[in-house]
């Protein structure tokens, strides 16, 4: 397991996902959300999408998946934000791309972007917090 000294303000970190065509339906299984523009590709097409678009708790879970991943232990994650700027599609492949900011005694922050394939990003001003005790 990583150690406080191990996290280093500049060091980056990267996590892929590619949206499955059953993603969506997992999801919706998963937390409820059988809202049918997640789970009806007519009513996706008749939102102005490709198709289904997948939750956006979905999306965000993936970024938290991302940063645990960094931090080395799900305990440590304390705080996270992001805004969502844009839907995301069946067949979209998200790449998280993380940076540290800093570490001030145990706390240590990084910022996180979430593009598509198209370069576009799909959640903005993502910051996550975590907590490494020192040993």
């Known amino acids: ?3 406080l000294q ?7 970190f990267e996590s892929v996902r590619e949206v499955d065509p059953y993603r969506p339906i997992y999801y919706a299984a998963a937390s409820g959300d059988f809202n049918p523009i997640h789970i009806d590709a007519q009513v996706g097409r008749a939102a102005g ?5 997948l939750q956006g708790m979905c999306t965000f879970s993936w970024l938290s ?4 991943a960094y931090l ?4 440590r994650l304390r705080r996270i934000r992001a805004r969502f700027t844009k839907p995301v ?5 998200l790449t998280f ?10 706390r240590v922050k990084v910022e996180v972007s979430a593009t598509n394939q198209r370069g576009e990003e799909v959640l903005k001003g993502a910051v ?3 907590h490494v005790a020192e040993g």
Not at 72 to 75: I, K
Request: aromatic share 4%; charged share 30%; hydrophobic share 25%.
């Open 72 to 75: 080395d232990d799900p305990g």
């Open 65 to 68: 998946d991302a940063c645990v």
């Open 97 to 106: 791309r993380g940076r540290c900011l800093e570490v001030e005694g145990p």
């Open 128 to 130: 996550a917090e975590g």
């Open 49 to 53: 999408y490709s198709g289904v678009i």
């Open 6 to 12: 191990d996290f280093t303000p500049g060091d980056t």
């Open 89 to 93: 599609q069946v067949g979209d492949v």
């Open 1 to 3: 397991m990583k150690r």
